[in-house]
């Protein structure tokens, strides 16, 4: 039974998620938005982050759009019925941080003097980007009052500015005849996409907006607070078909899971996103539309898969658009549900404890109205690390996805900035890297759902071939022009470290082998 009401609400948010990604009015039923009478609601963003700890999941979504409050609603089928114990607002903030969090990123290195000698207590570590802030990780664990319309308002509460009621129906079109008897306005013919809901004795949560409680910004968009709410369901799935009955076009599907282990999809093809790739200096004008056209020629290459593109301990980053999560973060996204209900094993234990033993994974899958055949199912999966600062045992840097012992996955693309001041000393060490001279922070590609596609040339822009992709003429970087060494051979060069004990030794053996040519003169 459990597993059927799981279904049902994870329904919810395929629909909610997936049709709020393309621009939508009222006039179409939007999956569980509607509006009042002769009101146009444009969704412009939903964000959505589960958190899920054996079979509880806790659902935050944050949704914004552009119109009058008036008559605006969201229905969510439930699988069960919501108190106020299971709903709550949050603050929009954490969802900035962790979209930010687990956007793809652009990094900037700055190519060190090569003259430059570290100082002699220095270990030579990785420096800047190294991807050596690896938190402690877990190895992943297998899976495991309205009869006349049959419609009855089971509970009725006030969160935030929400006014909320759960509603239960007994058929589909009466629920339909009560939505547009109370001036919801909904096409006509809804009934069939209702129908299963009711069918499967769904309850629908409808969270009606108070006007008087709405702030707007500058662009007259609802400033509304992100709801979370919290159910049990045996499986993990996100049927996300239903949310194509009014698509427009190609949806994106982004998804952040926080659980202790990483999480990939069960029933279609999984693919990481190409990382640690050098680009140009054009990257920084639209980085988001450079990143679109390689997740595109990702989807190209690999029809219909689900794009992994970060999965990294929550309470670390490198390096960080933005501070990682930490434990009230974590508490907000629903750990202080979970941690009320009971640990599910030690390792949930040790993550809720300490605050470092989550796990982000955010999957993206991108389609067409006709281009999915089954819904998408979650399954748990085995660590992996890339997109890191880190160089192989070849002394290349690190490519793709490789297994690991803890998750330090990213999308990462680096633009490096060589240097161009003058080098003077006869042994310079090229090839040494830094952070940005202001100690700016990478730029994430967000809103990628909105970016105007088709007008960059990857090639142009990717300074080396990409495999993965079918990529093999990108436009290479420039060879670099070294500049000779100082004139005069070490005549003023600062002699310390290898090179100059080897000068010194040099010298020495000279002065030597005059001393002994004297001796044997005077013989």
């Known amino acids: 039974m459990r597993s059927r009401w799981g279904w049902v609400a994870l329904q919810a948010l395929a629909v909610i998620f997936a049709t709020l990604f393309t621009s939508h009015t009222a006039d179409a039923f939007c999956g569980f938005y509607v509006g009042g009478a002769d009101s146009k609601l444009f969704n412009d963003a939903t964000q959505v982050v589960l958190m899920r700890d054996g079979q509880r999941t806790v659902l935050s979504m944050q949704n914004s759009y552009k119109g009058p409050p008036e008559g605006f609603a969201m229905v969510v089928p439930v699988p069960v019925i919501l108190q106020q114990e299971n709903v709550k607002t ?11 969090l687990t956007a793809p990123r652009l990094v900037e ?3 060190t003097d090569p003259c430059y000698k570290e100082p002699e207590y220095s270990s030579g570590g990785c420096g800047f980007g190294c991807g050596g802030a690896m938190m402690p990780m877990t190895a992943a664990r297998s899976p495991g009052g309205a009869g006349d ?23 589909a079109a009466g629920l339909e005849a009560w939505l547009h008897d109370n001036k919801y306005k909904i096409p006509d013919g809804a009934e069939p996409y209702l129908r299963p809901y009711v069918q499967s004795g769904s309850k629908f949560f409808v969270a009606k907006v108070d006007p008087a409680k709405v702030k707007f910004d500058a662009e007259q968009r609802a400033l509304l607070s992100p709801l979370r709410f919290d159910y049990d369901a045996e499986t993990f799935t996100l049927p996300i078909r239903l949310g194509l009955i009014n698509s427009a076009g190609t949806q994106d599907l982004i998804v952040n899971i926080v659980a202790v282990e990483r999480y990939e999809a069960a029933n279609y093809a999984n693919v990481t996103i190409p990382t640690n790739l050098a680009v140009g200096e054009e990257a920084v004008a639209d980085f988001p539309a450079m990143y679109a056209a390689l997740f595109d020629a990702t989807l190209a290459k ?6 992994t593109e970060y999965s990294w301990a929550a309470s670390s980053c490198d390096p960080c658009p933005t501070p990682p999560l930490d434990a009230s973060d974590l508490a907000l996204l629903g750990s202080d549900v979970l941690q009320k209900r009971g640990p599910q094993d030690e390792e949930s234990a040790r993550a809720w404890r300490y605050g470092n033993g989550f796990v982000v994974t955010r999957l993206h899958a991108r389609y067409a109205k006709d281009g999915l055949g089954e819904d998408l199912v979650f399954k748990m999966a085995s660590p992996i690390q890339g997109g890191r600062e880190s160089s192989g045992t070849n002394g290349a840097l690190e490519k793709g996805a490789t297994p690991s012992g803890g998750n330090n996955f990213q999308g990462r693309y680096i633009i490096r900035h060589y240097w161009k001041g003058a080098v003077a000393c006869s042994a310079p060490v090229y090839e040494r ?24 040339q990857l090639s142009a822009i990717v300074k080396e071939d990409v495999p993965e992709i079918g990529l093999t003429q990108a436009t290479p970087t420039p060879a670099r022009v070294i500049p000779p060494p100082r004139a005069g051979g070490c005549a003023g060069c600062a002699i310390g470290g290898r090179a100059g004990d080897v000068a010194a030794l040099l010298v020495a053996a000279t002065a030597l082998a005059g001393l002994f040519a004297r001796r044997r003169s005077r013989r």
Request: charged share 25%; hydrophobic share 40%; proline share 7%.
């Open 90 to 100: 949050l603050p929009r903030e954490i969802f900035a941080r962790v979209d930010s």
């Open 302 to 307: 690999n029809p219909r898969a689900v794009v």
């Open 149 to 171: 319309y049959g419609v009855r308002i089971e509970s009725q509460f006030v969160v935030g500015e929400y006014e909320i009621v759960v509603l239960s129906a007994q058929d």
């Open 433 to 456: 890297w830094g952070g940005p001279p202001d100690g700016a922070k990478p730029r994430s590609a967000t809103n990628l759902a909105f970016v105007a596609r088709g007008k960059t």
């Open 109 to 111: 290195y700055w190519e």
